[in-house]
């Protein structure tokens, strides 16, 4: 099932931060995020995986929640550069399973 | 590395033609992944394979579509009849290892478009 995201869609000024949230109705091990700029391909931003743990780099950071089954996206201080639509991929690992499933994408525009 | 390479990268076809995908993904990388983008449905998973072998096919939508990858180095996915509602861009995506564990680098996609 999809896991869903929410804004769909948000507008900053350069310098703004936002929050992007990604939640799942199924227990979650793993959880991606992706960037993906207008007619390419998605790139892959970070992992996050069962423990609850924050990871970030530069300006750009995430958190995941196992128990509420959900991950945010944190973007501060915005560039120009952040544009583009955010998905985060689930992964349910059970040692079976190998395949994320992707949110519903939030797009972000960040203005002068 | 070139990173994930497919190829066409544009493709326009009429309605009943059969069309081919092609993929070559990063060398090493254990894991081939095919993806569907459209706006109704987002990016979905297709089917995946590890060291070659089909894992989950679970995501091809019927019978028209088929993907094999006879080596390591390349992997094609073919829809015969094409139809209207094919048109979308589809992605390869290549990792390491698991899915859900490693990162996952997509090539730049195939735009088609059947009429």
């Known amino acids: ?112 | 590395d070139a990173g994930v390479i497919q190829s066409p990268r544009h493709e326009v076809t009429e309605m009943g033609q059969e069309v081919t995908l092609r993929c070559k993904p990063i060398s090493g990388h254990d894991y081939l992944f095919w993806y569907r983008q459209t706006m109704m449905r987002g990016l979905e998973l297709l089917i995946y394979f590890n060291n070659n072998v089909p894992i989950d096919d679970s995501g091809m939508p019927e019978d028209r579509f088929s993907a094999k990858m006879p080596n390591a180095s390349f992997s094609t996915l073919k829809i015969q009849p094409s139809e209207p509602r094919d048109s979308a861009v589809y992605f390869c995506a290549s990792s390491l290892g698991q899915g859900e564990l490693y990162e996952q680098y997509f090539g730049p996609g195939t735009r088609l478009t059947v009429t």
């Not at chain 1, 799942?24 to 423990?51: C, D, N, T």
Request: with cysteine; net charge positive; hydrophobic share 30%.
């Open chain 1, 1 to 112: 099932q999809q896991p869903v995201q929410s804004p769909q869609a948000v507008i900053l000024r350069e310098g703004e931060d936002a929050v992007i949230n990604c939640s799942s109705s199924k227990a979650l091990y793993s959880v991606h995020w992706y960037r993906q700029k207008h007619g390419e391909a998605p790139v892959f931003l970070m992992i996050l995986l069962k423990g609850g743990e924050q990871k970030g780099h530069d300006k750009i950071s995430a958190s995941f929640n196992e128990k509420k089954q959900q991950s945010s996206l944190y973007l501060t201080a915005s560039q120009l550069s952040y544009s583009g639509t955010y998905f985060c991929g689930t992964g349910k690992a059970t040692g079976t399973a190998s395949k994320l499933t992707f949110g519903t994408g939030t797009r972000l525009q960040v203005t002068l």
